[in-house]
């Protein structure tokens, strides 16, 4: 058995993964459950035990060290400077204490060998080449706690013969790096290159798998034990990490060199608390980091040989209220994720999720997108005081777990949804915290929705209240995207702070699924005991009062008595028990309801349908696209759609000639429509087939996935356009000091 530390972490999960493929059995112990553990524990199974837990915590040590062989101890407190007293302990806490600790659990276990990941920062910085006998002067108090557990694990091996090896790594590039490497490197990505110096200080380099095959093959010599080793594989300038960047991008990139002068002026501006780290990049760029390489493996990768992919995308994260697990239920946002993980984007999704639905916040991998389904309390079916602390806890929830779970991560733009609107400052949070964008895929107008259906009154403190976090939600966003060109022009007409650049187009869109044209043996109607000679309309999807219920039953009224029609209502939502005892207390019999059907019926069983039903409440002033008839269209069902006068949804059905709407509330019009649909099966084939060339056209999720690219490229000329001018106000500034 052999423990890993800090197994869920970048090197750890790959030290895991790694000594998992050469056959050995780990002991993972780490803070929390993350996505690459996940990964390999449905991998290995048996093979790997996962142990949650803190360093720090002696039970958990001991638990953790008991029955193992080997100890590879890489848990850590990095990237970050300390802003006080309390934070620098924090560092020798668990650098040092807690490091000490295991050290001590090693011996008293009798471990065979113990591997401690250390860093060259103990030596500080140099202008010659440092090798493991130079002095060490650490200048940071990450380096300093280091050293204290390397003086340690020193005395530990002299006194008591503690079988440890100590790793120094040097600069560590490769796919999963969040350091300032990949700052780096994603700059270049981006087109720019910027130059502090002239370039030609050194660095030592090593690719990440190298640095743990090394480590692997240290702890299987005797001879390294009570020794500390540099480890890196290869001396590179500056000048060469960016050259070789660039010709791997195989993209224009404009070069900006910034000389030592001005960057010495960066460095002064930069030298109060909440710049120190901007000043820390400056000089990691501008110091000279060349070590001695003593210790060498067979086929190492080269930088050069990196492969740096042009056609890489960057890192998304998505924030929703509304998303199923993959694996067993899909929408559009389900679709819109995978569509993007198949562009080639890096997706993860923040999810808050009712507390009876899930036992803990956690990351799941579903379906190879990273899921952190976060538990924020109650929302349906309780009273609104529950309801109204939920909402209110909600962003501090998300915030902490994405800080929680995300913590290495980056993210280059954040999607989110329109509801809840107060999710606004927590999506302005995260855009400070990664430095990215955001685009709000718009879908639902509120609070004037709920005004429009009665549920909030416009004089009310709770809608003054959310129409200002209204006002936040849409500032917040860096780029809106809105169903319709209606809904375009309902914002600006009715937000007069929205300039009309920072809307675009971005529709609801659907994956499309293969056509399934064997839909007439009618296996699932069978099944459920739903006659197969008569004409069937669907309804599936929320029934609450945006649906506006009572014309629904009004329709299923009418049709009580029809001979040639059955209906089938497969519905959730708050009114969803009002339309079932309304069928009831009616006795129509012409009504098949459902309240779940398994994922693969539920498919099938609309397949069979020959009429999409949908409803929205006449009252609405606001334009409303409901993403239902995207599952119609991708079935070929024409549409029969009772909804309000103040949208184009309407528009869209006649124009395709997909289906027929009549106003909500109108059950005249609406029947004359209807009778059509269900008198003329020629008609409704060539109504869904309209419908299904309209999805393909208009609403293919590929669709969604082109803006995306197409807004990010913008971003990125935006942002070499900003660096231009903060490089050019440099410059004056040079000019100014020049002349005093």
């Avoid at 650098?95 to 001590?104: D, G, H, L, P, V």
């Avoid at 404009?254 to 000043?279: D, E, F, Q, R």
């Avoid at 709000?440 to 549920?455: A, E, H, R, S, T």
């Avoid at 309902?490 to 529709?507: A, D, I, Q, R, T």
Wanted: aromatic fraction near 10%.
């Amino acid at each position: 058995m052999i423990l890993v530390t800090g197994a869920g972490g970048w090197l750890g999960s790959e030290l895991t993964k790694q000594l998992l493929e050469q056959g050995n059995t780990v002991r993972a112990l780490n803070n929390i459950e993350t996505f690459n553990l996940t990964k390999l524990k449905e991998k290995y199974n048996d093979k790997l035990e996962i142990v949650l837990g803190d360093i720090c915590d002696e039970d958990c040590l001991n638990k953790s060290i008991n029955g193992v062989e080997k100890v590879f101890h890489l848990a850590a407190k990095v990237h970050c400077v300390p802003t006080n007293k309390d934070e620098e302990e924090n560092f020798y806490k668990i650098n040092t204490m807690a490091s000490e600790k295991i050290f001590e659990k090693c011996l008293e276990n009798s471990v065979k060998r113990v591997i401690f990941f250390s860093t060259v920062s103990v030596y500080g910085t140099s202008d010659t080449k440092i090798s493991t006998t130079s002095p060490k002067n650490p200048n940071t108090v990450y380096g300093k706690s280091k050293l204290k557990a390397e003086e340690i694990a020193n005395k530990l091996y002299k006194q008591k013969k503690l079988p440890i090896t100590i790793i120094e790594p040097v600069t560590v590039y490769g796919e999963g790096d969040v350091g300032n490497f990949a700052k780096l490197e994603k700059m270049i990505k981006k087109g720019l290159c910027v130059k502090f110096g002239n370039g030609t200080n050194k660095k030592t380099v090593i690719y990440y798998k190298d640095l743990i095959r090394m480590t692997i093959k240290i702890a299987n010599e005797d001879e390294q034990i009570g020794k500390t080793i540099i480890c890196g594989t290869e001396v590179l300038s500056i000048n060469d990490i960016n050259n070789i960047l660039i010709e791997k991008t195989k993209k224009h990139v404009v070069k900006i060199t910034i000389p030592a002068s001005i960057s010495n002026i960066a460095k002064k501006i930069c030298n109060v608390s909440k710049l120190k780290k901007v000043k820390r990049k400056i000089m990691a760029l501008e110091q000279n980091n060349e070590f001695k390489i003593e210790y060498k493996i067979d086929n190492i990768t080269k930088f050069r040989e990196y492969e740096i992919n042009a056609s890489k995308k960057e890192n998304i994260l998505i924030m929703s209220s509304e998303y199923p697990d993959v694996r067993k239920s899909s929408n559009i946002y389900t679709d819109l994720a995978e569509a993007l993980k198949e562009e080639g984007y890096k997706v993860s999704v923040v999810v808050t999720e009712e507390s009876k639905n899930i036992k803990k916040t956690a990351v799941i991998n579903e379906k190879g997108i990273e899921v952190l389904r976060v538990k924020v309390g109650n929302i349906y079916n309780i009273g609104l005081i529950e309801k109204g602390f939920t909402f209110l806890k909600s962003g501090f929830l998300v915030k902490h777990s994405i800080s929680k779970y995300f913590k290495d991560k980056n993210f280059d733009l954040i999607l989110f949804m329109s509801q809840p609107v107060t999710l606004a400052k927590t999506v302005r949070w995260a855009m400070k915290k990664y430095n990215c964008k955001s685009y709000l895929m718009m879908k639902d107008i509120f609070p004037q929705n709920g005004v429009d259906i009665g549920i909030i009154s416009p004089k009310s403190p709770i809608y003054i209240y959310f129409k200002h976090q209204e006002k936040i939600l849409y500032k917040t966003a860096s780029m809106i995207g809105c169903m319709s060109e209606m809904n375009i022009k309902y914002l600006l007409e009715h937000n007069s702070y929205l300039k009309k650049e920072k809307l675009e187009l971005f529709p609801n869109t659907q994956k499309i699924e293969e056509k399934d044209s064997n839909n007439t043996s009618y296996l699932l109607r069978k099944k459920y005991n739903i006659p197969t000679d008569k004409v069937l309309a669907v309804y599936g999807g929320n029934i609450g009062k945006p649906q506006g219920v009572e014309f629904f039953m009004e329709v299923l009224k009418e049709y009580k008595n029809n001979d040639k029609i059955n209906f089938l209502i497969l519905a959730r939502g708050t009114e969803k028990e009002k339309l079932y005892k309304f069928i009831d207390d009616e006795k129509i019999e012409n009504v098949y309801k459902f309240d779940l059907l398994p994922r693969n019926d539920y498919q099938q069983i609309v397949s069979e349908c020959d009429i999409g039903l949908i409803f929205l409440n006449k009252k609405f002033t606001i334009p409303n696209y409901p993403s239902k008839v995207l599952a119609y269209f991708n079935l070929s069902i024409p549409v029969m759609a009772a909804i309000d006068k103040n949208n184009d949804f309407k528009d869209m059905l006649e124009n395709t000639h997909s289906g027929f709407w009549s106003e909500a509330g109108n059950i005249n019009g609406y029947k004359e429509k209807m009778d059509k649909l269900i008198g003329d099966k020629e008609l409704r084939q060539k109504m869904g087939q309209s419908g299904r060339e309209t999805l393909e056209k208009q609403f293919s999720v590929d669709r969604s996935v082109e803006i995306i690219n197409k807004y990010l490229n913008n971003v990125k000329k935006g942002w070499k356009q900003c660096l231009k001018k903060k490089l050019y106000w440099l410059q004056e500034e040079q000019a100014h000091l020049d002349m005093l």
